[in-house]
Each structure stands twice: as C-alpha cells, then as structure tokens.
C-alpha cells in the first residue's frame, strides 16, 4: 500500500482507494479495507491506496489507471453496515456546495478528474461504501462496520483476483444477513 499520488497507476491497473478519517469512527472504514486488502494475495495490476481524507490525493492517484473502486464511510439513515456500491457513469456529478481546496472528497476528485486527466481517467470507477453510525472524533469502528469490512474485503479480494470487475458485488447487503 502506498501514499495517495507517489505515482500514477498504470493502464490495465485496477486501484483501490480507501478513503476517511481513521480517528472518526466509522469513517475509517475506507483505510481500514484497503490495510486489509493489502494483506491479500492479488494480482500485480491491482494496487490499494490510504487516501486519507484528501480527494486531491484520490484524484492524484487515479490518473492513469483503467479502474478504480473508492471505498469509503457513508452516513444516508440505512442500517449500520449496509455496503452500497454506486457505478459512477460519465454524467455523474457531484455537489459543489461549500467546496474550497480543503474540502474536496473523493466524489469531487472525480469530478474535477474527468475534465483534469482526460485522457487519463479511469475508464471505470465504482463506490463502494459502507453506512456508519459512530463517527465522532476518538469513536472506534462500530461492531456493524467491522463485520461489513470483513465481508468487503473478502468480496473485493475474491473479485479482484478472479478478474471480475467490482460491480459483481451485490448493489446492496447487509453485513447482517
């Protein structure tokens, strides 16, 4: 596992970028699976990424690879651990309100990466996100969130290593039955 943006993926790369706080809770679910993951045996195109919370380093890092899972924390209502994957498609946006320098997520790096990188832009990106329920500051993973890192990181790893793209995981789980 390498630091966000050290160096551009490679074409035919699939990248794993893990991206949240880890002193947040559950919002450390994103560095969380991709440690995991990097524990695995997978292929030598896939690389996994910490990308923190800087979606400058998301950005920087998906340049040049030819897909791209983010896995991160998501606060929508559903149950704790509940893992979402969203196929982000070419008319994707996302929300601008408030964006400043040190605000850029993940969603706005791949944004502003479309029109950015051109050329090098993944030809895919998925998210794949996890509902939290604990994020304040010096808050562990929630029990729910844990068993939902296990499941993603067996799920991811078993597709990765067959080929599979990330969109065989199922659209929406529940890490509890």
Do not use: Y
Not at 35 to 63: F, K, N, Q, W, Y
Not at 95 to 104: D, E, K, M, N, R
Not at 118 to 137: C, D, K, M, N, Y
Request: with cysteine; net charge neutral.
């Amino acid at each position: 596992m390498s630091a966000a943006g050290n160096q551009a993926a490679t074409r035919g790369s699939t990248l794993v970028i893990g991206c949240g706080n880890t002193l947040r809770g559950d919002d450390g679910v994103g560095p969380e699976i991709v440690r995991r993951l990097a524990r695995c045996t997978l292929p030598e195109h896939v690389r996994c990424v910490d990308a923190g919370t800087s979606g400058i380093d998301a950005l920087l890092a998906m340049r040049g690879a030819d897909r791209v899972v983010v896995v991160d924390a998501s606060c929508s209502g559903a149950v704790a651990g509940t893992i979402r994957e969203i196929e982000i498609g070419p008319s994707w946006t996302a929300p601008a309100v408030g964006l400043a320098v040190h605000s850029i997520r993940w969603d706005h790096a791949v944004a502003l990466g479309r029109s950015l990188l051109a050329g090098g832009f993944p030809r895919q990106v998925t998210a794949v996100l996890v509902e939290g329920s604990r994020f304040a500051a010096g808050d562990g993973l929630s029990p729910e969130v844990v068993e939902a890192i296990a499941a993603v990181v067996e799920r991811l790893a078993a597709r990765l290593s067959d080929g599979s793209t990330p969109q065989s995981l199922d659209r929406v789980s529940h890490a509890r039955g």
